[in-house]
């Protein structure tokens, strides 16, 4: 886990952002979590300029608004929808639902599709990445490759 913290993986360098609102009995409300979150980009932003990573790795997005553009990737979730957009010099990518329904739904039919990316990286940089989804405990198992001059 890293929280305001790096690694190195492969040559590349990690940077994490733990959601600052975050408990186990979501005790906090959606819009009170949101304001808490934007009020941390900058935080977060602080801590990109400090230690220059290649990724910055997010639960939401918000979390990173203010880092845009000062770091390359920008990982994210939250919102189990999939995304990629290029905003200024930055490639932020917002995985779908990895965690589908929570843990309870590796045992019980879940109403959301599993979903998880492969990036791939040549000399520090994203080049590719694969999109794998599982539906349900049965389900369809698909793997998608994009290289990223393939994006929208």
């Known amino acids: 886990l890293l929280d305001d913290d790096t690694a190195e993986v492969g ?4 940077l994490g952002w733990g959601d600052p609102t975050f408990t ?5 409300s959606t819009e009170e979590g949101n304001d808490v979150r934007t009020l941390d980009a900058p935080q977060v932003f602080s801590a ?6 290649d990724l910055l790795a997010v639960h939401d997005v918000r979390l990173a608004e203010e880092a845009i553009g000062d770091v390359p990737l920008v990982l994210a979730g939250h919102t189990h ?9 930055t ?6 639902s990895t965690g589908a329904t929570g843990l309870g739904s590796f045992i019980v039919e879940a109403d959301l599709t599993y979903e998880a990316e492969v990036i791939y990286f ?3 940089a994203p080049v590719a990445y694969d999109y794998v989804s599982l539906s349900g405990l049965g389900g369809d198992f698909n793997v998608e490759r994009r290289t990223l001059d393939e994006r929208v």
Request: charged share 35%.
């Open 24 to 28: 186990a009995s979501n005790e906090i």
């Open 91 to 96: 490639l932020v990518m917002t995985v779908g």
């Open 122 to 124: 040549r000399d520090g």
């Open 81 to 89: 929808k999939r995304s990629l957009e290029q905003r200024d010099g």
């Open 11 to 14: 040559g590349i360098t990690v």
């Open 48 to 53: 990109v300029i400090r230690k220059r990573p």
